[in-house]
T-cell receptor
Framework: DTEVTQTPKHLVMGMTNKKSLKCEQH?????MYWYKQKAKKPPELMFV???????INESVPSRFSPECPNSSLLNLHLHALQPEDSALYLC????????????FGPGTRLTVL | AQSVTQLGSHVSVSEGALVLLRCNYS??????LFWYVQYPNQGLQLLLK??????LVKGINGFEAEFKKSETSFHLTKPSAHMSDAAEYFC??????????????FGTGTRLKVLA
């Protein structure tokens, strides 16, 4: 089973709201990733967690706050977002951060009003 | 630094025709190469990958790709296009960062349209 699940599927929020995106995998993977994808563009890496520790932070604004409560879960906390943050947010996982193949979830479509 | 170039942001083929999506990479070390497909408003699905070994790689849905080191290419092909193949296709190369963490470098994507 190579399934990564993400909730919610769609999210609409105002600029003053606080919300969270969730990602879960049960493949025993120890590396998890957050990507942001704008329309007609490739995914852009935001964060990488390896063994529940933040491994890569691609200079993402502090209004995005990742959290990895355990090896199966990855959250992305959102606060005071801007309309330009509207995008598809993708979660991925791999066996570990030194392993090549990443498996992606279906994404959360975020709209910031 | 590694990079990936996908020639042709849009490709149209007739149903039943050959599909050829081009990907070239630049890498100073042997790369790991991937093709992913993305249907509208969905995540990326792995089609196939090359790590080591046989240079002709077969993937899901009848797709295959050939790693050609001399041409630094990893083009994706399918002998006969089906309407359900219409999607966005991304080529990616693994870039190993400090500490051994892999990061994907994605191409800009190719949108495949299949004509009836």
């Amino acid at each position: 089973d190579t399934e990564v699940t993400q909730t919610p599927k769609h999210l609409v929020m105002g600029m003053t709201n606080k919300k969270s995106l969730k990602c879960e995998q049960h493949m025993g993977h120890r590396a998890m990733y957050w990507y942001k994808q704008k329309a007609k563009k490739p995914p852009e890496l935001m964060f990488v967690y390896s063994y529940e520790k933040l491994s890569i932070n691609e200079s993402v604004p502090s209004r995005f706050s990742p959290e990895c409560p355990n090896s199966s879960l990855l959250n992305l906390h959102l606060h005071a977002l801007q309309p330009e943050d509207s995008a598809l947010y993708l979660c991925a996982s791999s066996q570990d951060s030194t392993t090549d193949t990443q498996y992606f979830g279906p994404g959360t479509r975020l709209t910031v009003l | 630094a590694q990079s990936v170039t996908q020639l042709g942001s849009h490709v149209s083929v007739s149903e039943g025709a050959l599909v050829l999506l081009r990907c070239n990479y630049s890498s100073s070390v042997p790369p790991y190469l991937f093709w992913y497909v993305q249907y509208p408003n969905q995540g990326l699905q792995l089609l196939l990958k090359y790590t080591t070994g046989a240079t002709l790689v077969k993937g899901i849905n009848g797709f295959e790709a050939e790693f050609k080191k001399s041409e630094t290419s990893f083009h994706l092909t399918k002998p006969s296009a089906h309407m359900s193949d219409a999607a966005e296709y991304f080529c990616a190369v693994s870039d190993i960062r400090g500490g051994g963490t892999y990061k994907y470098i994605f191409g800009t994507g190719t949108r495949l349209k299949v004509l009836a």
